[in-house]
């Protein structure tokens, strides 16, 4: 299984940035689907997750900002961001799990004016 991510960039605060998460096999096989980020000096966060029953967690710092979502057709995982913020700066991973973890490449998300 493979994951590539992408979508990161520069984002002034209060902005919007729309990350994918591209799988090598249907996104709806995975038992759990998620992304991660890690700012510099800190340790690895969950933002948000979804399982295979759909059920949806973020973190409450993004909790009402962040959106996660998964396109079928696509073989993809979305995670909406607005509102983002200079603390969400981080490089953010999505990873997969069925049965073992994948991981995916970081994107670095970067909100600054």
């Known amino acids: 299984v493979q994951l590539q991510a992408s979508g990161g960039g520069l984002a002034q605060p209060g902005g919007s940035l729309n990350l994918s998460c591209a799988a090598s096999r249907s996104v709806f096989t995975f038992k759990v689907m998620g992304w991660y980020r890690q700012a510099p000096e800190n340790q690895r966060q969950l933002v948000a997750r979804?399982?295979?029953?759909?059920?949806?967690y973020y973190a409450d710092s993004v909790e009402g900002r962040f959106t996660i979502s998964r396109d079928r057709a696509k073989n993809t995982m979305y995670l909406q961001m607005n509102s983002l913020k200079p603390e969400d700066t981080a490089v953010y991973y999505c990873?997969?799990?069925?049965?073992?973890?994948?991981w995916g490449q970081g994107t670095q998300v970067t909100v600054s004016s």
């Open positions: 990873y997969a799990f069925l049965g073992i973890e994948y």
């Open positions: 979804v399982t295979a029953g759909h059920s949806t």
